[in-house]
């Protein structure tokens, strides 16, 4: 059973895992480097939980601590019970939800032990927004993605935003980073992969004509918000694919068009799709 420890203090050394999560580059840095990252809420903390990551601590206010009982007494972890004040004054930022949780991050698989057993992988080149990774993150769990993989710049999935966005999306599809970019995509092609590139370009082939359902192995290629792939990575890709857009639309935000992506991925739009035709026809 954890212990249940009353602080009063912000400067107290114990909460160091919360001390100010709203400076972006600290946290980028410190986190990885102390292999730790925080999950906040109920609903998040209880799935990192279930994904297997260990808990280093909780910083609960008050009313949480009965919600959260039932984690609080299978954890040997210590439970920090604060007020709402001294929680924003470590944190930096008023904590909503009330709960948050220090949680040891588990090594990351190798690309290689990904596409092993994959047939349905995005990859993300350059995609350093928090709350884009983890749009698409919660996209390639609920669509039936097996894999991300992502280029050496990615932000970091389990960021507090990225885990927060996600809903916990990230604790439930396994991630790797290919070490070389793009020179790592043809470790993806070997491995029997179809590399389909996301791209407004007009000579790009629109997804109902790719038909990435119908594919083996695919892989989906998302580039950052604004600048798209590289020109390198768009060379690299076996194919170039948009999506069809109207009323002057160019482009989509990249979270959004990694949901249609990846819905085209699993077959999703095409059976959509095909029932509104059968449903026109009857």
Not at 253 to 273: C, L, P, S
């Amino acid at each position: 059973m954890a212990d249940l420890i009353t602080v009063e203090d912000p400067d107290d050394p114990r909460l160091l895992d919360y001390t100010d999560l709203t400076d972006v580059e600290l946290r980028r840095k410190r986190e990885p480097a102390e292999g730790l990252f925080i999950a906040e809420g109920e609903k998040v903390i209880r799935r990192a939980k279930e994904a297997g990551y260990e808990m280093r601590s909780m910083l609960l206010s008050a009313k949480w601590i009965d919600v959260m009982r039932d984690v609080i007494d299978e954890l040997p972890a210590p439970v920090y019970a604060v007020s709402p004040e001294l929680a924003e004054r470590v944190t930096g930022y008023h904590v909503h939800r009330g709960a948050l949780a220090s949680m040891q991050r588990k090594p990351l698989p190798t690309a290689a032990e990904l596409l092993g057993s994959a047939r349905r992988v995005v990859v993300m080149e350059s995609v350093n927004d928090h709350t884009n990774i983890g749009a698409i993150f919660r996209s390639a769990a609920a669509l039936g993605m097996d894999a991300v993989l992502l280029s050496p710049d990615c932000a970091d999935p389990l960021y507090r935003r990225s885990v927060k966005v996600s809903m916990g999306a990230v604790f439930s599809v396994p991630y790797a980073r290919l070490e070389n970019w793009p020179k790592g995509l043809e470790q993806v092609r070997e491995a029997g992969f179809t590399l389909l590139a996301l791209t407004p370009d007009e000579k790009a082939r629109s997804l109902d004509e790719a038909a990435p359902h119908t594919m083996d192995r695919v892989a989906l290629m998302l580039g950052a918000e604004g600048g798209g792939l590289s020109r390198q990575a768009l060379v690299a890709a076996d194919e170039w694919v948009r999506i069809p857009m109207s009323h002057g639309v160019d482009s989509l935000n990249v979270g959004a068009a990694a949901a249609v992506a990846v819905a085209a991925g699993a077959g999703v739009v095409v059976a959509v799709r095909r029932r509104r035709t059968a449903g026109a026809e009857a």
